[in-house]
């Protein structure tokens, strides 16, 4: 069976194993020295991909809830979108959610995934309570902050490379409408960017869609939207309809004018400098996941996203120069994402560090890596770093050099034999 990551590249053939019980999953543990898992495939790279798969999505209940606590008790393949359609209605939301619901709860915490809200909540690490996971051996064993803090710090962010997570308890944030208020700021260039950032840093949740194809003076213009939960009461959600691409677009179609005027377009139609809304929850997080399969319009070749994290004090400097280099070479991108990180966790391989972070989506075709490797020097003289579950193609050594906790990383996995296990495309091209 052929199964593609998000970004639909590379393109191998893989077997995935599901299990409905330990015992089942323990078997097919028992029976490969060369798998990784999988969730529900959002990842943009290779980082679930390995000829030998254990798929996790169908395992898949809820367990127990705690209404006082607001801690729920699941399965690892429970759906975010399946978490929100059960609990908005009834006043909860999670802590930290991506930019889509349609990933799995051992995904979120491989990933240790981030949202819009990072300077204030963190991590979706800092809302587990603890988890359950399967080492190489069958052992289960469970993971807190507290109770095997080593392989809970190894785990979140870990990319599926320490064992497989079963279960986990996640702390739940109490809602009182499914709306959220929001404000778009509209700015001129990259200078006005920060600031705008700085201006409104204590809304709860940010993020700003760039303009990555304007130059000069208008370099990194932006729409910054900023948001809370609304407090009117009322609890009504519905999943957004979906519309669907019915199949991979000609890879022509996305090309250097379509981004650069659709950039054009999306940014003249906000009007004012500042302007408010009110808008439902799947439209401010999710708004990708109202076109099903949105990835087909990059064609069949597929696509990779890009992101990066510069340290605080020297973001602005790094992103001035990486935004000059791709607005110069042509490749657009319609999606690029700006996002401000407050402090890292402990976690060893969790990717936010306090500074801003950019996630670029780009087409792939000839040069493109040729441009990334160039934009891989910048981000590194800035002592930046790159995000694992976007990435196809970054080098051992690009990796490495932002990771300082990588060698306790290793350390861990040889330790209780995750190396002769647990590996991925990924894993093996960045040496963990
Ligand atoms: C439109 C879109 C927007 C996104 N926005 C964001 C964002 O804002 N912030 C962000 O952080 N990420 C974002 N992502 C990335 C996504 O949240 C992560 O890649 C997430 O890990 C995907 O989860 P999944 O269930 O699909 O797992 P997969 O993609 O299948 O796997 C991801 C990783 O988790 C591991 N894994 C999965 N399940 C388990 C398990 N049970 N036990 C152990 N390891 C496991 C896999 O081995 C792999 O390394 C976005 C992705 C998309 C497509």
């Known amino acids: 069976m052929a199964l593609l990551s998000w970004g639909n590249y590379p393109n191998i053939d893989v077997i995935a194993y599901k299990f409905e019980n330990r015992q089942a999953l323990k078997n097919i543990i028992n029976q490969h020295n060369n798998i990784i898992a999988s969730g529900n ?13 254990i798929d996790v999505k169908s395992y898949n209940y809820f367990l127990d809830f705690d209404q006082n606590t607001g801690i729920l008790h699941c399965q690892a393949g429970v759906l975010l979108s399946e978490i929100l359609e059960t609990f908005i209605p009834k006043g909860w939301f999670v802590s930290v959610t991506p930019g889509t ?11 240790d995934v981030h949202g819009k809200n990072h300077h204030v909540k963190g ?57 959220i208020d929001q404000l778009t700021i509209k700015t001129k260039n990259l200078q006005d960017t920060f600031e705008a950032f700085e ?9 700003a869609w760039i303009d990555c194809m304007a130059k000069g003076d208008s370099l990194g213009r932006c729409l910054l939207m900023v948001g809370e939960h609304a407090d009117d009461g009322n609890l009504d959600y519905v999943n957004t309809n979906k519309i669907s691409i019915p199949f991979q677009f000609p890879s022509f179609v996305l090309n250097n004018l379509t981004v650069k005027s659709f950039n054009s377009l999306y940014y003249a139609k906000v009007r004012q400098a500042v302007s408010q809304q009110k808008i439902g929850i799947d439209s401010f997080f999710y708004p990708l996941d109202a076109i099903g399969n949105w990835n087909r319009i990059y064609g069949k070749n597929g696509f990779t996203q890009y992101q990066f994290v510069l340290p605080l004090e020297k973001s602005y400097e790094g992103l001035e120069q990486i935004l000059s280099k791709i607005a110069a070479s042509g490749k657009g991108s319609f999606l690029a994402v700006l996002k401000l990180f407050g402090k890292a966790n402990a976690n060893w391989l969790s990717f936010p560090i306090q500074g801003y972070t950019l996630a670029l989506d780009f087409k792939i ?4 890596f040729e441009l990334l490797n160039e934009l891989d020097k910048i981000v590194l003289k800035y002592e930046g770093r790159f995000y694992l579950s976007k990435d196809v193609r970054v080098s051992k050594q690009t990796f490495e050099a932002g990771y300082k906790d990588i060698d306790k990383f290793r350390q861990l996995r040889k330790q209780y034999k ?10 093996k091209r960045v040496g963990i």
């Open 41 to 53: 495939g959002r990842s943009y790279g290779d980082s679930a991909l390995n000829k030998h798969q």
């Open 101 to 111: 619901k349609l990933i799995t709860v051992g995904g979120a915490i491989a990933s």
């Open 123 to 179: 991590s979706f690490s800092d809302s587990i309570v603890e988890f359950t996971m399967m080492l190489e051996n069958g052992e289960i064993i469970i993971c807190s902050h507290s109770i095997n803090p080593d392989i809970f710090q190894a785990t979140c962010g870990g990319m599926g490379l320490t064992g497989i997570i079963i279960d986990a308890k996640i702390k739940f944030l109490p809602i009182n409408s499914s709306m």
């Open 199 to 207: 201006q409104y840093k204590d809304y709860t949740y940010s993020v």
């Open 365 to 368: 075709e000839p040069g493109l």
């Open 418 to 427: 995750m190396d002769q296990k647990f590996h991925s495309l990924q894993s």
